[in-house]
C-alpha cells in the first residue's frame, strides 16, 4: 500500500469521524479524502509544493 492510498484512507477516516450523515458528510468526506491524497503524493515525491502552486493559479507549465 503505498503513501498516497493511506493519505486518502486517513483523510476519509476523518471525515468520517468529524461529521457523519446526508449530503455534507459526503462532501466532506470527499474533500478530505483529496486533500490526504495530495499529501501522500507530496511524501511519496511523486509531485512538489510548486507544481501544486502552479497548478492552484492555474498556470500553464508548458510555456
Known amino acids: 500500500m503505498n503513501l498516497a492510498l493511506i493519505g486518502l484512507v486517513a483523510g476519509m477516516a476523518l471525515g468520517f469521524a468529524g461529521y457523519f450523515g446526508g449530503f455534507a458528510a459526503f462532501l466532506l468526506v470527499?474533500?478530505?479524502?483529496?486533500?490526504?491524497?495530495v499529501v501522500g503524493r507530496l511524501l511519496e515525491g511523486d509531485i512538489e509544493l510548486g507544481d501544486l502552486g502552479e497548478l492552484l493559479r492555474g498556470r500553464d507549465r508548458r510555456r
Open 30 to 37: 470527499a474533500v478530505l479524502g483529496a486533500v490526504g491524497f
